[in-house]
């Protein structure tokens, strides 16, 4: 055992070490402080004088140095900041601030601090770049001091750092790099009934081709055909030009192609899209709580977009189906321009096809009269008819920051007609020249990491053409009806925060539409032509939380519409999302919008042309045709799991100031005018269930639509497009390289108006007139139909894919009855016109991709 004065001793010792310690850890603490500060103290301490221009060493901060030698200090100053000090005297010292810099730094993820190897480092500004070792080091030199660094890598959020953080380190700084996680996604739903639909958080649906899977009936992708298989979008008439979104008739819809309003959609008198699938990029479906951005569509917003992106290699694709064949492509001319083009033309004209003969048919049945005794037979008929679209888009980068593009798109139906009776010397030809040729130019410009903007201009022009001649008067009426519209938008997009961004901008469009009609006997002459000049101020603050539960955007846009000589109206319009998770898997969607447009489509000379393209576009006057507006609200919950998605939806929408002559009216009320308004209540309900081999879905829609127009008795009445019931049954199944689709679809039947049965014709007046029970006081039978689709992908070579696929809507060639109107004929007497759905219809398709 130690002695007490050992004892004693070592006590000692310890006692000295500890203050010894504690004293040299006293003489070498670091505090940061700013350089300017620090360089104040040592002219003190050490009696010299240090000149320096403020603006250089005013924002510098550096981890101070205790050392007994001047010297010392200031070289370790100059290694930290890498600002050169040079002695003039004894006492006096210059410091000068390099505009370049040596750095370096280690790059490692946040999660266990991993090296990030390969990860891209950029001097923002410069083309100086490199990219991480193994080790996940990077060295850069002459570095201008005041840049910003880029640092990316897949699977990681993009890092910006400061040049001058990087000085005071030693012997690197560590970067972190925060994984992404794809945090949005826990708020959306991904493949939503089929690959390439997705579910974003302000409750829009985006699709995107590059990734779409199958339907039922479609052996190809067609834009307009696959958002009606969303609950509460329908075509009352089967057709891509006949869109209703939530009760809403097809000119309340807003269809943008590359930042473009389209006035034409469809081919074929509407029973396909216009737009190439292969070369859109994403294509954005809103039915309520929409951006402030957009103007128009009281009903919905169908936004296309191309692809945007200049790849290096070339790419392309090619295929032909029953009714007509494309090509498509990008070809790069070096990494900054690229040229996107694609074509499509029909084969009708040269062609027939089973697909064909039953598209026409169903075109063309406008003429086809039931009843026994006046059910015309042995029609013989000589046509022509063809169709094309073109687009074609150029690609520049300027640089990193300023991106310019390019689109045009042309698109065009052409139709020669003529239906004759020989038995009976009846004849009628018709023909029909429908074109849109649009053009228009975005500039995307990043200022700051902060700040971007977007500058869209673009000019349209729609016209039509028809010419109808019959042997019955004889009398001849030909028609013109032409939209040219330009229009100029920029927008500002401001990060105010990690969560909080704000949009606002200002948009002018100038619409003139032009309806002319001539009549040789009776000799009748109209040329109506409107002008509409819209000015919008638009603005929106949009929020996100940081765990994100929560996601809000709020906005208001001003319009200020003016007709010349007719009217001038300020609106402004509020609109509102708000997604919120109750739970990880559970969301409730609240949203809202207020809404208005100057133009609507008004349905003319109902008996002919054979019932097709009757729709003529207009702009509202203030009086006969105001202003169209509306007001919508909707509440939902989403249930989202990996493999099932449970959505529930309630909305009530109120549309104002609508008129007779754009609703389609078939009755007593056609030519009328009368003004009033519709409301639509619903619930939508979609259940699907899904894994990464099959998708199930099942779908409802309730809706009660319900007109209201003070001048009409009753003034309360069914909407002409009221489908109080919808449902659909459909799934899809991918087996190694094939791809399969079957679903079922069922509505219950349209209002329309019928004759009074004792007395359908009134002969005591002149001309004779119908006389008709109360407005859409009956309803046609309900719809049933079953489609089917099969594909088969497999590669040609290595460079080339290909698939071949089969469809076939309404398998089991149920007769749907899709509307059923009444006219007298020369002699008075009373004509039922029936249109039914399209019968048994097959189609083939083959396709290159490479």
């Known amino acids: 055992m130690p002695k007490k004065g050992n004892k004693l001793v070592v006590l000692c010792s310890l006692l000295f070490l500890c203050v010894l310690t504690h004293a040299r850890a006293q003489e070498t603490t670091k505090v940061t402080s700013y350089l300017i500060t620090y360089l104040k103290e040592l002219e003190t301490t050490f009696d010299v004088k240090i000149s320096y221009v403020d603006d250089d060493v005013r924002t510098v901060e550096i981890t101070t140095f205790e050392a007994p030698n001047l010297q010392d200090i200031l070289t370790y100053i100059e290694n930290k900041t890498q600002i050169k000090i040079r002695k003039i005297s004894d006492r006096y010292y210059a410091l000068t601030k390099s505009t370049t810099v040596d750095i370096c730094a280690v790059v490692l993820d946040n999660f266990k601090q991993n090296t990030v190897t390969g990860a891209t480092v950029q001097v923002l500004g410069t083309d100086i770049a490199i990219i991480t070792d193994l080790d996940g080091a990077f060295t850069l030199q002459n570095v201008p001091r005041n840049a910003k660094l880029q640092i990316k890598h897949v699977g990681f959020k993009t890092l910006f750092v400061d040049v001058e953080e990087l000085l005071d380190s030693s012997p690197c700084k560590t970067l972190l790099l925060a994984q992404f996680y794809q945090q949005l996604e826990e708020v959306v739903v991904y493949e939503?009934?089929?690959?390439?639909?997705?579910?974003?958080?302000?409750?829009?649906?985006?699709?995107?081709?590059?990734?779409?899977?199958?339907?039922?009936?479609?052996?190809?992708?067609?834009?307009?055909?696959?958002?009606?298989?969303?609950?509460?979008?329908?075509?009352?008439?089967?057709?891509?030009?006949?869109?209703?979104?939530?009760?809403?008739?097809?000119?309340?819809?807003?269809?943008?192609?590359?930042?473009?309003?389209?006035?034409?959609?469809?081919?074929?008198?509407?029973?396909?899209?216009?737009?190439?699938?292969?070369?859109?990029?994403?294509?954005?479906?809103?039915?309520?709580?929409?951006?402030?951005?957009?103007?128009?569509?009281?009903?919905?917003?169908?936004?296309?977009?191309?692809?945007?992106?200049?790849?290096?290699?070339?790419?392309?694709?090619?295929?032909?189906?029953?009714?007509?064949?494309?090509?498509?492509?990008?070809?790069?001319?070096?990494?900054?321009?690229?040229?996107?083009?694609?074509?499509?033309?029909?084969?009708?004209?040269?062609?027939?096809?089973?697909?064909?003969?039953?598209?026409?048919?169903?075109?063309?049945?406008?003429?086809?009269?039931?009843?026994?005794?006046?059910?015309?037979?042995?029609?013989?008929?000589?046509?022509?008819?063809?169709?094309?679209?073109?687009?074609?888009?150029?690609?520049?980068?300027?640089?990193?920051?300023?991106?310019?593009?390019?689109?045009?798109?042309?698109?065009?139906?052409?139709?020669?007609?003529?239906?004759?009776?020989?038995?009976?010397?009846?004849?009628?030809?018709?023909?029909?020249?429908?074109?849109?040729?649009?053009?228009?130019?975005?500039?995307?410009?990043?200022?700051?990491?902060?700040?971007?903007?977007?500058?869209?201009?673009?000019?349209?022009?729609?016209?039509?053409?028809?010419?109808?001649?019959?042997?019955?008067?004889?009398?001849?009426?030909?028609?013109?009806?032409?939209?040219?519209?330009?229009?100029?938008?920029?927008?500002?997009?401001?990060?105010?925060?990690?969560?909080?961004?704000?949009?606002?901008?200002?948009?002018?469009?100038?619409?003139?539409?032009?309806?002319?009609?001539?009549?040789?006997?009776?000799?009748?002459?109209?040329?109506?032509?409107?002008?509409?000049?819209?000015?919008?101020?638009?603005?929106?603050?949009?929020?996100?939380?940081?765990?994100?539960?929560?996601?809000?955007?709020?906005?208001?846009?001003?319009?200020?519409?003016?007709?010349?000589?007719?009217?001038?109206?300020?609106?402004?319009?509020?609109?509102?999302?708000?997604?919120?998770?109750?739970?990880?898997?559970?969301?409730?969607i609240v949203l809202g919008e207020f809404k208005s447009q100057a133009t609507n489509q008004i349905v003319d000379l109902e008996q002919n042309f054979l019932g097709i393209e009757k729709r003529r576009w207009t702009v509202s006057d203030g009086e006969n045709l105001p202003i169209t507006r509306s007001k919508q609200g909707s509440f939902g919950l989403n249930y989202d799991t990996r493999n099932l998605y449970i959505g529930l939806e309630g909305f009530y929408k109120e549309v104002n100031d609508i008129s007779t002559a754009t609703q389609g009216f078939q009755n007593q009320n056609q030519f009328n005018g009368e003004i009033g308004t519709y409301d639509v209540k619903g619930v939508e309900f979609l259940v699907n269930g899904k894994t990464d081999t099959y998708s199930i879905w099942a779908s409802y829609t309730y809706n009660m639509n319900t007109y209201t127009f003070e001048t009409i008795d009753p003034p309360n009445f069914p909407n002409n497009l009221d489908i109080r019931h919808a449902a659909t049954l459909a799934g899809t199944v991918t087996m190694n390289s094939f791809r399969f689709g079957l679903g079922f679809n069922y509505r219950s039947g349209r209002p329309f108006t019928e004759p009074i049965v004792n007395t359908p014709v009134n002969n005591g007046i002149f001309p004779a007139e119908i006389s008709y029970n109360s407005p859409n006081s009956s309803r046609l039978p309900e719809y049933i139909r079953a489609d089917a689709s099969v594909i088969y992908d497999f590669d040609i070579g290595q460079s080339a894919k290909a698939s071949i696929g089969a469809s076939v809507l309404n398998v089991t060639n149920r007769k749907n009855v899709l509307n059923i109107f009444y006219r007298l004929d020369e002699n008075d007497l009373l004509e039922t016109v029936e249109s039914t759905s399209l019968g048994i219809t097959p189609n083939f398709s083959f396709r290159l991709k490479f």
């Open 192 to 588: 939503f009934l089929t690959k390439g639909l997705v579910k974003q958080l302000d409750a829009s649906i985006e699709l995107n081709t590059d990734e779409f899977g199958i339907l039922p009936g479609l052996s190809e992708p067609d834009i307009l055909q696959t958002v009606q298989a969303l609950p509460g979008i329908k075509s009352v008439d089967e057709t891509v030009s006949d869109i209703n979104i939530r009760g809403g008739s097809n000119d309340q819809n807003l269809i943008l192609w590359d930042g473009i309003k389209m006035y034409q959609s469809g081919h074929f008198f509407g029973l396909i899209s216009a737009f190439n699938p292969y070369l859109t990029g994403k294509v954005t479906l809103i039915k309520n709580g929409t951006s402030s951005v957009y103007g128009d569509g009281v009903s919905g917003v169908i936004d296309m977009r191309t692809k945007d992106k200049i790849e290096t290699d070339f790419y392309g694709g090619a295929g032909f189906n029953l009714i007509s064949g494309d090509f498509y492509g990008q070809l790069s001319l070096n990494d900054k321009l690229a040229v996107q083009f694609s074509a499509r033309r029909s084969m009708t004209d040269f062609l027939n096809t089973p697909t064909f003969d039953t598209f026409f048919n169903r075109a063309f049945q406008s003429n086809k009269v039931v009843g026994e005794t006046t059910e015309i037979m042995n029609i013989e008929r000589d046509d022509r008819f063809y169709f094309y679209d073109f687009t074609a888009k150029v690609l520049y980068d300027l640089n990193e920051d300023h991106k310019f593009r390019m689109s045009f798109i042309n698109i065009n139906n052409l139709l020669d007609y003529e239906e004759r009776q020989p038995e009976q010397d009846i004849w009628t030809t018709s023909s029909l020249d429908q074109t849109n040729l649009s053009f228009g130019g975005t500039l995307d410009s990043k200022w700051t990491t902060r700040m971007s903007t977007t500058l869209n201009a673009y000019y349209t022009r729609y016209n039509l053409n028809a010419l109808n001649v019959s042997s019955r008067g004889p009398q001849e009426i030909e028609q013109n009806n032409e939209v040219i519209e330009t229009s100029v938008k920029l927008g500002l997009n401001y990060t105010l925060n990690d969560h909080l961004q704000w949009l606002s901008g200002y948009q002018l469009n100038q619409t003139g539409i032009t309806n002319i009609t001539l009549v040789n006997q009776p000799a009748f002459t109209s040329d109506i032509i409107g002008i509409v000049n819209t000015n919008a101020l638009f603005s929106e603050l949009e929020f996100k939380s940081p765990n994100n539960k929560l996601f809000v955007r709020g906005g208001l846009r001003l319009n200020h519409l003016e007709n010349p000589g007719d009217f001038e109206e300020f609106i402004l319009e509020p609109r509102f999302s708000l997604n919120y998770a109750i739970t990880p898997k559970l969301k409730a």
